[in-house]
């Protein structure tokens, strides 16, 4: 079953990670690149929380099947906004794969008790 994939980059440097990612992305089967639809921190026209939170709605609509960025840091720099993001995805069953890590999962986290 083929799946339907979109990337998050970092906007000052997305050609090149744009091509890398498109190459990540076409070395998976099954994987679809959504050419139409991508995600751009740090461009200036919504914060960087507004963008996670409507790449969150997206996922939760089923608008895509994966989230592939170049590493974790490209998706947030702040580790508690990372972490509540990929804890956020997790729980709606969106999978989140980076060039430089692979697949990120809960345990490559850190997860501290409340």
């Known amino acids: 079953m083929d799946r339907k994939i ?3 980059l970092r906007y000052k440097d997305n050609t ?3 091509d890398t ?3 990540y992305i076409r070395s ?3 994987w679809i ?3 139409e639809n991508e995600y751009l921190i740090g461009k ?3 914060s960087d929380e507004e963008l996670l939170e409507r790449a969150y709605q997206d996922a939760a609509n089923k608008k895509y099947d994966i989230l592939v960025a170049y590493s974790k840091d490209y998706i947030s720099n702040v580790a508690w906004e990372l972490c509540a993001f990929i804890l956020a ?3 709606i069953g969106m999978e989140i794969y980076t060039y430089t890590e692979d697949c990120i999962t809960t345990g490559s986290i850190l997860i501290l008790p409340e």
């Open 16 to 18: 090149e990670q744009r």
């Open 89 to 91: 995805m997790k729980n």
């Open 21 to 23: 990612l498109s190459r």
């Open 44 to 46: 200036f026209d919504e």
């Open 33 to 35: 690149e959504d050419t």
């Open 28 to 30: 998976h089967e099954n």
């Open 6 to 8: 979109t990337r998050i």
